[in-house]
């Protein structure tokens, strides 16, 4: 019997030492994660290893009749992880004669500089030296100063206001089954002082969506030659000039053909022969001319 009571106060002890041991163990579990989580300095960490795409820009003024910006684009980090790239790709706008632009300069933050007048989405690739990539967009934002410069003249102040006393602007879009009429009423239309817009005149470096919208900005009409089936870019055209409330004046060659649907309810121009553009042109130029003129003084 002592033997067993023994055996059993041994057994209790040995069992209370296990709880005991147990609840230590677990405390201190406990304790040790609440340390963990009260003494990560998680955001001071994360705050040192992050990286930022960067930008600026600075007002050119104009160039070949529109605005135009430097600019330059970089990725914001520490020292160390800057060291930890080996280098960034910059994919521009399809239009760019050197699209893809690569950097590794760490001491510069991988600085691009470049220059051009409108808006677009980079893409950019990151590559690490130990292999991994790290994939970041960022659109391009390109600013007005606050306070205008003596020369130039920024748009939409004294610029718009002589544009609209002495030279009124047309957007001349035409597809390629209409360029013989596009290029007579285009050649009317300077002889009268409208200023002639066309998308044969974009440069090659701008991105077609900014080039397009710094030209809707310029012109005080949108007019379209329609002989036939709308071709996409057209319809984009239209869609921009929409976009800014232009007004827009379809031109539309042959009985036959339709209208567009989303500028049928507007003002047209029928012309029912173009054999004899040469003939046909300058009469469509004074009307043109009159809506145009008519629209640029009702902007002042």
């Keep these: 019997m002592v033997s067993r009571k023994s055996s059993k ?82 994919k521009l706008h399809p239009t760019f004669p050197e699209r893809i632009q690569k950097r590794t300069n760490a001491d510069e933050k991988f600085l691009l500089t470049e220059e051009g007048w409108g808006e677009f989405m980079i893409d950019i690739e990151i590559k690490r030296h130990n292999g991994s990539k790290l994939k970041k967009t960022h659109w391009l934002t390109l600013e007005y100063p606050t306070q205008a410069p003596a020369t130039p003249a920024t748009p939409r102040t004294s610029s718009s206001k002589k544009k609209a006393e002495k030279n009124p602007t047309v957007f001349l879009s035409a597809g390629v089954s209409d360029l013989r009429m596009g290029n007579a009423l285009g050649e009317a239309l300077r002889k009268k002082g409208v200023k002639v817009l066309r998308p044969d005149d974009l440069p090659t470096a701008m991105p077609w969506e900014a080039a397009i919208d710094t030209m809707m900005k310029a012109a005080d009409l949108l007019v379209v030659l329609i002989s036939g089936g709308v071709t996409n870019w057209t319809r984009r055209e239209i869609a921009a000039a929409k976009s800014r409330d232009l007004s827009i004046l379809p031109v539309v060659i042959g009985a036959e053909t339709e209208v567009p649907e989303e500028i049928e309810d507007l003002q047209t121009i029928k012309l029912e022969d173009t054999n004899v553009t040469d003939k046909i ?19 002042e």
């Design 9 to 90: 106060s041994g057994a209790t002890k040995k069992a209370a030492a296990r709880r005991s041991e147990s609840r230590t163990s677990t405390q201190s579990s406990v304790k040790s994660k609440g340390a963990h989580v009260a003494s990560a300095p998680s955001s001071s960490t994360k705050s040192s290893e992050r990286m930022e795409v960067k930008q600026s820009s600075e007002y050119r003024g104009k160039y070949e009749g529109y605005d135009w910006w430097n600019w330059s684009i970089w990725i914001e980090a520490s020292k160390s992880v800057l060291a930890q790239i080996e280098y960034v790709e910059y």
């Design 281 to 299: 042109a300058p009469s469509v130029a004074t009307q043109i001319t009159n809506m145009v003129n008519t629209l640029a003084q009702s902007s």
